[in-house]
């Protein structure tokens, strides 16, 4: 599918905001060929902004983990954020990606110079994908470990690995791919957390892979956790295998960018919309439009990417 163009797009950059696609980076810029990048995501949508605050907090402990220097405070980056969000249509599904990078390499080239660190946030219209489920299947690619890539950040550098296992994965006809860790267990999906639901004793019992050092345990993933144990339905964080997924009930997946979203089939078998799935985005939604703050539990978002 060709690109025709970005979407309206404003980007706060060396002190004043710019719209379109601003190019900040060049050639030599060390993030734009050693990935020396972080970021994070969060949404605006419906007027909304949920846990907005975490998502600022994160991309400054990610700086740290790589090194960078985090040099725009969390509540410069929520400032920020609704400054920029006031320049689109008040019903613009939006998203708002802080960052930082690397401007130049130290005098061994692969590592970068702190001092050099830069940052913007961009804020782009991203419409809230609809819900109508997606296929998956098991990856042959692995997730890394922490002592061999850094899984404790959100780093642009981890994200080719994920992509590979898509193009892997859709050239077998899937939408997504189950990717497990280096011991054989499921991490996440290439692009989000992922749930499952059984039956015991007539209740439905949620499972999560448990955040092992291997993946991102997401804000949404988190937060999602909270709202269904808040309800009384059991959810259990353990290690999970592919054929455990292979005899869910259902499954669905948990990420900023399209939040909650069930999947229709795994390998040959297809999926219900299911009744835990459909529950976890009905208070998902409750949640973000009530404008609550309510605290979960932030170590769990960082004992891995």
């Not at 899937?174 to 267990?185: E, K, Q, S, T």
């Not at 993946?215 to 259990?236: H, P, Y």
Request: charged content about 25%.
């Amino acid at each position: 599918m060709a690109v025709e163009g970005w979407t309206k797009t404003w980007t706060f950059f060396e002190d004043k905001w710019h719209e379109g696609n601003v190019p900040i980076m060049g050639p030599r810029t060390h993030a734009a060929w050693l990935c020396s990048v972080v970021f994070d995501g969060a949404r605006a949508f419906e007027g909304v902004t949920p846990d907005l605050d975490l998502h600022c907090a994160r991309v400054n402990e990610s700086a740290r983990k790589l090194f960078l220097k985090p040099i725009v405070s969390t509540e410069r980056w929520i400032d920020l954020a609704h400054e920029g969000i006031s320049r689109f249509d008040k019903s613009a599904c939006l998203y708002i990606r802080p960052m930082y990078w690397a401007e130049h390499e130290s005098p061994w080239i692969q590592s970068h110079l702190p001092d050099s660190t830069r940052w913007c946030l961009s804020i782009y219209e991203a419409p809230m994908r609809e819900p109508k489920g997606f296929s998956t299947t098991l990856s042959p690619y692995r997730r890394p470990t922490l002592d061999t890539m850094p899984v404790d950040a959100k780093a642009g550098c981890l994200y080719p690995n994920n992509a590979r296992a898509l193009f892997e994965a859709q050239s077998r006809g899937f939408d997504n791919a189950i990717v497990c860790d280096m011991l054989g267990n499921v991490a996440e999906l290439a692009t989000s957390n992922i749930f499952m639901t059984t039956k015991k004793e007539g209740k439905d019992v949620v499972f999560t892979p448990s955040a092992n050092g291997t993946f991102l345990a997401g804000i949404t993933r988190q937060r999602v956790i909270g709202l269904l144990k808040d309800v009384n339905i059991s959810v259990i964080e353990k290690t999970l295998t592919y054929r455990d997924f292979e005899a869910a009930e259902e499954i669905f997946s948990t990420g900023n960018y399209s939040k909650i979203v069930p999947v229709t089939r795994i390998g040959d078998r297809a999926l219900p919309f299911g009744d835990v799935y459909k529950k976890a985005r009905s208070l998902y939604w409750e949640f973000a439009h009530s404008r609550k703050v309510s605290p979960i539990n932030t170590e769990a978002l960082h004992s891995a990417p």
